[in-house]
């Protein structure tokens, strides 16, 4: 039995090559300009594809704004940047009612968050009032302002960044809010060879990113991965993961029951852009960490014995196996 949505027909072969062709222009494209592992921008642009939202963790200096910048650029969406500070307030973001002199009547003036990819840069440094106007875009994208509830133009995504080695000026991400990212992706230093290519490139002119999709583009994509089937076993193997960190003696709090649907969701997309109508196990195994870690509280004890999310999830996948459909 298929844990796809009944109301989607099968995916078809034809359309699933050629979404995986057009995920590998993108990538290649991205990398054209940011210079940094493939799985990075392999995870966002499946995030995309499976309506989710990314928070980006890296020390300074390794290129997130960049990676983020150009994304957009490539993918044909509309982008806006909004650099988080403990100063900045909600209507900053989100846009306010101004009264226009004129007519005497009052008119929005929008936010950053009315485009299509919105860059939250160091998000952990305003408050939590402030950290909050983007819960009702990335849970249901729709702000409220003034009682008005106004749609937002889809396809939309929240990429926020924060910095992890920072402690003094910095709010932490509560946990609802980490729950709403589909995924947390870690951006560490380059690697050897990657910085080289850094070091003898930074100073050569380099041609804007070539815009190779549009949003239209970008939901059709959506729709496609909808259709790629996840067997009965996949589903079992999910639920598995999920309650081994729901009952793990360090778990203070497992993971919730959207990361099990963000895990689905996100296998889906990944299967696409590789091609296949169909998730295999390696997806979950590939896709659990950046997915479940972050949505993990440890107890006291365990942090100071230096259990990590990570470590939890590692065991989740040592210790519960694939079990195939018996033929």
């Not at 305003?126 to 396809?155: D, F």
């Not at 002119?205 to 949003?215: G, I, M, R």
């Amino acid at each position: 039995m298929s844990a796809q949505p009944s109301a989607q027909p099968p995916a078809d072969a034809a359309h699933v090559a050629r979404a995986a062709e057009i995920g590998r222009r993108v990538l290649d494209e991205v990398q054209r300009i940011y210079i940094g592992p493939d799985e990075t921008v392999e995870i966002l642009f499946a995030t995309l594809v499976a309506r989710g939202h990314a928070l980006l963790e890296g020390v300074p200096g390794v290129a997130k704004t960049t990676l983020v910048k150009t994304f957009a650029r490539v993918l044909g969406c509309s982008f806006k940047r909004v650099q988080f500070t403990p100063d900045l307030l909600p209507s900053d973001i989100t846009g306010t009612y101004v009264l226009n002199l004129r007519d005497n009547s009052f008119v929005l003036r929008r936010g950053p968050i009315f485009a299509q990819v919105v860059l939250g840069d160091e998000i952990n440094r305003a408050p939590a009032k402030t950290q909050s106007a983007l819960l009702e875009a990335m849970a249901e994208g729709q702000v409220t302002i003034e009682s008005e509830t106004h749609r937002l133009e889809a396809p939309f995504m929240v990429l926020a960044t924060q910095n992890p080695v920072e402690q003094e000026g910095v709010y932490l991400l509560p946990e609802a809010q980490l729950d709403r990212f589909m995924v947390k992706v870690l951006i560490g230093y380059p690697s050897e060879e990657d910085e080289r290519r850094l070091l003898n490139t930074h100073s050569r002119p380099v041609s804007e990113p070539a815009t190779l999709l549009s949003p239209a583009d970008v939901l059709r994509l959506r729709e496609l991965a909808d259709t790629i089937h996840v067997a009965e076993e996949i589903s079992d193997y999910v639920l598995g993961l999920a309650r081994f960190t729901r009952t793990h003696r360090s778990a203070y709090l497992g993971v919730s029951p959207r990361a099990a649907l963000n895990l689905v969701a996100l296998a889906r997309a990944r299967a696409l852009l590789h091609g296949r109508a169909y998730v295999l196990p390696d997806d979950i195994k590939h896709l659990a960490e950046p997915v479940l870690g972050h949505r993990l509280l440890l107890t006291p004890d365990a942090e100071l014995e230096g259990v990590t999310p990570r470590s939890i999830v590692g065991e989740a996948l040592e210790a519960v196996r694939y079990v195939p459909a018996a033929r």
